[in-house]
């Protein structure tokens, strides 16, 4: 969906010159809020509908009493949670790593 929408999929570490709390909340609304392909913010259209999508096709496999509108929301909900999730450790694992003085690999 990102080359369509002209979306940048890739997630920026803003870094340790910024504060703790503007580091974990951007990194916590990366899912939801993207960037157009010349860096303009937007809202993260592509990631959004692709894991709508991808939510809405697992119901193809799933038994009868599994399907429904409820179980799509659920599973797009986690997608977008998980990735923010997944998110917070890219922009905080180098950290974490040196603070618990763990070789770093590469």
Do not use: C
Request: overall charge positive.
């Amino acid at each position: 969906m990102a080359p369509i929408l002209h979306q940048d999929p890739r997630y920026y570490q803003l870094g340790r010159s910024h504060k703790f709390f503007n580091r974990a909340l951007y990194a916590g609304t990366r899912p939801i809020i993207g960037r157009t392909d010349s860096g303009k913010t937007i809202p993260n259209y592509a990631y959004m509908i692709g894991t709508a999508a991808a939510a809405g096709l697992t119901q193809a496999y799933y038994p009868d009493r599994n399907v429904g509108a409820g179980q799509v929301a659920r599973a797009w909900a986690t997608s977008l949670g998980g990735s923010a999730l997944g998110d917070l450790a890219t922009e905080f694992g180098g950290e974490i790593i040196q603070w618990l003085h763990l070789p770093k690999y590469e």
